[in-house]
């Protein structure tokens, strides 16, 4: 046994660390689902319905049958028996519609599925698709939601002709008094329209099934491989552990794939029937059209005041466009703007009203920031809206209302607890980098020189760290296992499968740090339900402060075996255990992680009440959310010809608590701020009256390019959460959450001159130019 | 089904194939290069960039036969300070769009090898990316033109 | 996106592309900028693609006299990258230098792009403010047709059956005239909802605009009018006049027109300040 001479290793975490997975990733080597290749696969192109709403008649497969290569073609009733696609989310009376895997005898959005066809390769299978005939008797559609639940509206579902999936009602303290004593109110409608994720990866499934083991393996680009490996299973009416879910590389998802689609049971059905491969690549096409949009609100609210800016009450009625069906979370996401309406303001008296609207459109479900998106642009209006009724300055009124710094954990009137902040510290810190005061002072000037420039400033608050279990659909705790291996490296396994996060870095940080080892000397395994044990997934910004507390807590109880293990080696009483050593103070003998690492696995000597090797499993349930938030401050100056917006400056100060790896925080608030700009300027999901989607493609759906945005200057405050030992709170989701709003309030900002006090996104100049022709008229 | 010779990073490969079948395809499916990857296969978002005798082309948008005989370059042919520098600088997330990116840098660099933000917004405009904000790939160019 | 099948057949010279393209079902390939993803989308279904896009008998620029002729098969990047362009025909780059992506421009052809007339492709409004002339060719026979000419309708062209552009002929910009090219772009396709190219001189003024109707024009009333007054917004006023505007979620027909007459007036008073 060596006496080592002790050295302190550098501490990983707070250090911007390059990505573990980036290699593959830069050099081609990385595997997603389409480059899965396997002997005798099958392709599956998949006829879908042309049409929002209508009859089928009839449906003829004999031509696609017959073309050469075509192996298999399956319509509705074939896969009658099969899902249906599952709604994870129950709410008082919600009204839930059969959600066949391919349509019976009516379709009901544009893309829905009617039919499967397989064949030997991917060319031939799309060609057999277009023989396929198809009777449709086309049916009335609608697809705007306010339309949908209006008078005279075409019936979505026919047994629910009111087209109302579900009403909601909560509300909290006192909200008609303190209506009665306002000496102000304001109110506005506000919409956030429909957006399409875009994940540059679209969906994809390979299923494989073992005829001789009766196992089924799926591969699917997704966020929760556990989560469907159970949805599936029961889809199938399979055993669930003869089914393995394998997430291998996921391109980007921002929500969309936190679901379980028709696609993932489809594909296992063909490959249970033919006993053979099976792929099938969403396209780009049917990434649009079928995978779920986000947002789809019409929001009216009604903010209660006094004249020196004081909130006293909020209300809100909020309709909710849901699509034709619900997907794993659809009804649930409106329920989270609620719970966040207060925004970071001391507000108790809230009251909303949620309808959900069925439409013959593609289910809306969670994307980036998943309502809470929508309910920080309604606040953060409204305060502005609010201002500018009571001539305060923006900032003024939001330092007024904010939640005190003694006031934490803070219960908010909706029934959360907020956690820990510093509500003013990022706002100052944003006003100071974008020097507010002589802005303001800069804008004067402008409008004196007839030119529009805006400054908007938006304080955001957002619900993350998803979540307590009672407060989840289908857990919200998650799972970690740590293994040392006999030669001293590190395996760590996450139930929190990434898509782009980088958790194969900061977990292998959490991990490095806390065993004293390198961070190569660590691996990071997740997305095989084969291989990880049971876990929920990466959404809802928990991926570190869920998934990596549980990695935190499995180290925690490793090194209480690692002490064991090197007190019975060193013959001691007592040892530390700190940068990879275990060391016997009184003797100063130690010995190494790898020593002990053999040791537990040779297992000549074992110490009292221990098993062989060095294996830790830990399911952490979170007593709370975790509550990041921060301020977004932005400058903009309007083109008077065009209606053209510049943004001149973008300040985005971020408190997500501590910080694992500022390099990857860093580029989670830019992709983030960037979604966000592209729902305040560009971006929107249009459907016509007959249900077709106009922007069912790249050529005209504008998410933002290289060439289209500004430069982002970042900083950060640091307010740890007190609710998990890390002191993080999630950063995925904050950039498109505090983005939007900032955006609008100074464009509004910029046109106040001429009158204007609300805009909605997508904020496109022909939009803006409206504007400013009716403020000349 | 017809026969085409394409020479990708050196070395040269001839192919059965459907006319229609997309260069993308043939190098992903029948020479095993997955390194390109397809994100739109309409030719709007780039994940597909490869060079094609020696020029930024999305594979996506070009049937195999047009290539025949051609020399083609793709992210698997790559190395060097241009990806040492996106590791570097984080400009990888998702992973997807990283390949085209790389592609499409390194093409930018070839016709500007000192190139300012504008150069490098306007040369990376074809490739989409929705992770990142394009704010660390467009230091990672920075960067590898400055150790270039 | 998958095309369909279709037959593939890559001609050695333009004789043997013009006997081939004289086939029923035929169509010309050059860069496949326009033609492949109209075939994804199964809006198009050619039974044959004759390749052109690697002739070199269609691959130049060179200046003969006052002339500048370009093959049909000359790329984007190749325009945009051409000194003698540059120097010659000022224009056709700043034009050029506006299309699409990097990936389009090295790939698409400047005869691909007029035969596709596309409503909102920059070219073409290059095309009427310099009254290029197209060299078409066919089995047996040549003609050379005018843009005010050529551009008949959205995406139609006086191109007839199994006949193709050959050459592009632009005049060589005279010492003295200005020019410019302004353009409003569609944020998801990077095509032009308006675009328009002013050539001035101190003889003349040439507005060519797409984007706004069904094909590219050249907006003569517009031109009177600054021939006369010298005044870009009084000509720019006019130049939607009597154009049946598009409309679409990118930009409504009033928008359009608005900005017609907005990027005008831009391009009228850049090229005049370019006038040496």
């Given at each position: 046994?060596?006496?080592?001479?002790?050295?302190?290793?550098?501490?990983?975490?707070?250090?911007?660390?390059?990505?573990?997975?980036?290699?593959?990733?830069?050099?081609?080597?990385?595997?997603?689902?389409?480059?899965?290749?396997?002997?005798?696969?099958?392709?599956?192109?998949?006829?879908?319905?042309?049409?929002?709403?209508?009859?089928?008649?009839?449906v003829d497969i004999a031509a696609a049958l017959a073309h050469p290569g075509v192996a298999a073609v399956y319509v509705g009733k074939d896969t009658e028996k099969v899902g249906p696609v599952p709604c994870g989310a129950s709410l008082p009376g919600l009204r839930v519609p059969h959600h066949y895997v391919l349509a019976i005898d009516r379709v009901y959005f544009i893309g829905h599925p009617v039919a499967v066809v397989v064949a030997t390769d991917k060319y031939i299978a799309r060609d057999a698709v277009d023989l396929i005939e198809v009777e449709y008797e086309t049916l009335q559609a609608v697809t705007d939601p306010e339309k949908a639940i209006g008078p005279g509206a075409p019936p979505v579902h026919p047994e629910w002709p009111d087209n109302v999936a579900f009403n909601y009602h909560q509300e909290g303290g006192d909200v008609d008094t303190a209506f009665a004593q306002a000496e102000v109110v304001v109110k506005q409608r506000i919409t956030s329209q429909r957006l399409i994720p875009s994940s540059m990866e679209t969906r994809?499934?390979?299923?494989?099934?073992?005829?001789?083991?009766?196992?089924?393996?799926?591969?699917?680009?997704?966020?929760i491989p556990h989560l469907m490996r159970t949805l599936v299973a029961q889809m199938l009416g399979a055993p669930e552990h003869k089914v393995r879910v394998v997430t291998p590389e996921v391109g980007g998802g921002f929500g969309s794939k936190l679901n379980v689609y028709a696609e993932e049971a489809l594909m296992g059905f063909v490959a249970m029937k033919l006993g053979q491969p099976v792929k099938w690549i969403e396209s780009r096409r049917e990434n649009c059209m079928c995978t779920i949009h986000g947002r789809g609100h019409v929001d009216y609210f009604e903010v209660a005041a006094k004249k020196d800016g004081t909130i006293l009450g909020i209300k809100l009625k909020l309709i909710q466009?849901?699509?034709?069906?619900?997907?794993?979370?659809?009804?649930?996401?409106?329920?989270?703007?609620?719970?966040?309406?207060?925004?970071?303001?001391?507000?108790?008296?809230?009251?909303?009203?949620?309808?959900?609207?069925?439409?013959?459109?593609?289910?809306?479900?969670?994307?980036?920031?998943?309502?809470?998106?929508?309910?920080?642009?309604?606040?953060?209006?409204?305060?502005?809206?609010?201002?500018?009724?009571?001539?305060?300055?923006?900032?003024?009124?939001?330092?007024?209302?904010?939640?005190?710094?003694?006031?934490?954990?803070?219960?908010?009137?909706?029934?959360?607890?907020?956690?820990?902040?510093?509500?003013?510290?990022?706002?100052?810190?944003?006003?100071?980098?974008?020097?507010?005061?002589?802005l303001r002072e800069e804008q004067r000037q402008a409008r004196s020189q007839g030119r529009l420039m805006g400054i908007g400033l938006s304080t955001y608050g957002e619900i993350c760290a998803f979540g307590p279990s009672p407060a989840t659909p289908a857990g919200g705790w998650e799972s970690a296992t740590v293994k040392i291996e006999p030669s001293g490296m590190v395996t760590v396994m996450t139930g929190s499968s990434p898509h782009g996060q980088g958790e194969e870095t900061t977990f292998a940080q959490i991990t490095a740090d806390e065993l004293g080892v390198g961070i190569d000397d660590v691996i990071v395994l997740h997305?095989?339900?084969?291989?990880?044990?049971?876990?929920?997934?990466?959404?809802?910004?928990?991926?570190?402060?869920?998934g990596g507390t549980a990695v935190y807590f499995a180290l925690q109880e490793l090194k209480k075996k690692i002490k064991k293990y090197g007190a019975m080696l060193l013959e001691s009483e007592e040892v530390s255990f700190s940068d990879g050593v275990c060391v016997d103070h009184k003797t100063g003998k130690s010995v190494t992680l790898a020593e002990i690492a053999g040791a537990s696995h040779r297992a000549m000597k074992l110490p009292p009440g221990t098993q062989p090797g060095m294996v830790e499993t830990y399911f952490w349930e979170p007593p709370n959310f975790a509550f990041p938030f921060g301020a977004h401050a932005v400058v903009t100056e309007v083109n008077r010809e065009t209606g053209d917006i510049e943004i001149k400056r973008y300040v985005a100060v971020d408190d997500c608590g501590n910080?694992?790896?500022?390099?990857?925080?860093?580029?989670?608030?830019?992709?983030?701020?960037?979604?966000?700009?592209?729902?305040?300027?560009?971006?929107?999901?249009?459907?016509?009256d007959n249900g077709q989607l106009i922007t069912g493609e790249f050529m005209d759906y504008a998410i933002p390019r290289a060439s289209m945005i500004p430069w982002i200057e970042t900083e950060h405050t640091v307010t740890p959460s007190p609710v998990n030992p890390l002191g993080v709170k999630g950063v995925g989701e904050a950039g498109t959450i505090g983005c939007s709003p900032a955006v609008v309030n100074s464009v509004v900002d910029a046109l106040s001159t001429l009158g204007v006090r609300h805009i909605d996104m997508p904020m496109t100049p022909e939009k803006i130019w409206n504007l400013m022709e009716g403020a000349r008229a | 089904m017809r026969i085409v010779q394409l020479t990708v990073n050196g070395v040269s490969h001839e192919v059965n194939v459907w006319p229609m079948a997309r260069l993308m395809d043939v190098l992903r499916e029948d020479i095993g290069l997955t390194g390109t990857k397809e994100g739109c296969g309409e030719g709007e978002c780039g994940a597909c960039a490869v060079l094609l005798d020696g020029e930024l082309v999305n594979s996506c948008l070009i049937p195999v036969m047009q290539a025949n005989g051609s020399k083609i370059v793709t992210i698997e042919g790559l190395s060097g300070s241009l990806q040492e520098?996106?590791?570097?600088?984080?400009?990888?997330?998702c992973g997807i769009c990283t390949p085209g990116m790389i592609m499409a840098a390194h093409a930018l660099l070839e016709r500007i090898p000192k190139p300012m933000l504008d150069d490098i917004r306007e040369g990376l405009a074809g490739n989409l990316c929705r992770c990142t904000g394009y704010q660390k790939i467009f230091d990672a160019v920075t960067l590898a033109a400055k150790s270039a | 996106m998958i095309s369909q099948q279709f037959e593939y057949s890559a001609p050695a010279t333009l004789q043997e592309a013009l006997d081939l393209l004289a086939n029923e079902g035929a169509k010309p390939l050059a860069g496949g900028m326009s033609l492949i993803p109209m075939m994804k989308l199964r809006l198009a279904a050619p039974e044959q693609l004759i390749d052109i896009g690697r002739l070199r008998e269609l691959n130049y620029i060179r200046r003969e006299g006052e002339q500048m002729h370009i093959g049909a098969g000359t790329?984007?990047?190749?325009?945009?990258?051409?000194?003698?362009v540059r120097a010659h025909c000022p224009l056709l780059s700043e034009t050029v230098s506006n299309i699409g992506d990097i990936q389009v421009r090295n790939r698409g052809t400047i005869g691909g792009s007029a035969a596709?007339?596309?409503?909102?492709?920059?070219?073409p409004a290059a095309f009427c403010a310099l009254e290029a002339q197209f060299k078409l060719v066919k089995k047996g026979g040549e003609r050379v047709v005018g843009a005010s000419d050529f551009f008949v309708d959205m995406l139609t062209t006086a191109l007839e059956s199994g006949e193709i552009i050959a050459e592009v002929i632009v005049p060589v910009e005279q010492r003295g005239t200005g020019v410019s090219y302004q353009k409003c772009v569609q944020p998801a396709s990077g095509f032009a909802i308006v675009g328009v190219a002013v050539r001035v001189s101190s003889e003349f003024v040439r507005i060519g605009v797409t984007g706004l109707g069904a094909k590219a024009y050249r907006a003569t009333n517009a031109e009177e009018i600054y021939t006369s007054t010298h005044d870009a917004a009084k000509a720019a006023a006019v130049v939607a006049d009597g154009a049946d505007s598009n409309s679409d979620i990118h930009a409504s027909a009033s928008y359009r027109k608005h900005l017609a007459r907005i990027y005008t007036q831009r391009a009228l008073k850049e090229a005049a300040s370019r006038m040496g």
């Open positions: 046994m060596a006496t080592t001479t002790i050295t302190k290793t550098e501490k990983l975490v707070g250090k911007a660390m390059r990505r573990q997975e980036d290699p593959r990733l830069i050099t081609g080597s990385a595997t997603y689902v389409d480059d899965i290749q396997m002997p005798g696969m099958l392709h599956a192109c998949i006829l879908r319905s042309p049409h929002g709403a209508a009859n089928i008649k009839s994809g499934v390979v299923a494989d099934y073992n005829t001789g083991d009766k196992a089924l393996t799926i591969w699917s680009s997704t966020q466009d849901l699509g034709a069906y619900h997907q794993l979370l659809t009804p649930a996401i409106p329920t989270l703007s609620v719970l966040m309406m207060p925004g970071l303001y001391r507000c108790q008296n809230v009251r909303a009203d949620i309808v959900g609207a069925f439409t013959n459109a593609v289910p809306t479900d969670a994307y980036r920031g998943a309502g809470r998106p929508e309910a920080t642009h309604g606040i953060e209006r409204m305060v502005d809206i609010l201002a500018a009724e009571l001539k305060m300055d923006p900032a003024e009124i939001r330092l007024k209302n904010f939640i005190h710094n003694d006031e934490f954990p803070y219960a908010t009137g909706t029934g959360l607890s907020y956690d820990s902040g510093n509500y003013a510290a990022p706002l100052h810190k944003a006003m100071d980098l974008i020097d507010y005061h002589n997305g095989d339900t084969a291989i990880v044990q049971y876990g929920i997934g990466t959404f809802g910004s928990r991926g570190t402060a869920v910080i694992i790896n500022p390099l990857i925080v860093a580029g989670q608030v830019h992709g983030g701020v960037v979604q966000g700009l592209g729902q305040a300027l560009w971006e929107q999901a249009v459907y016509d | 520098a996106f590791l570097q600088t984080g400009g990888a997330q | 790329t984007h990047w190749d325009v945009e990258s051409s000194p003698i596709h007339a596309d409503p909102s492709a920059d070219y």
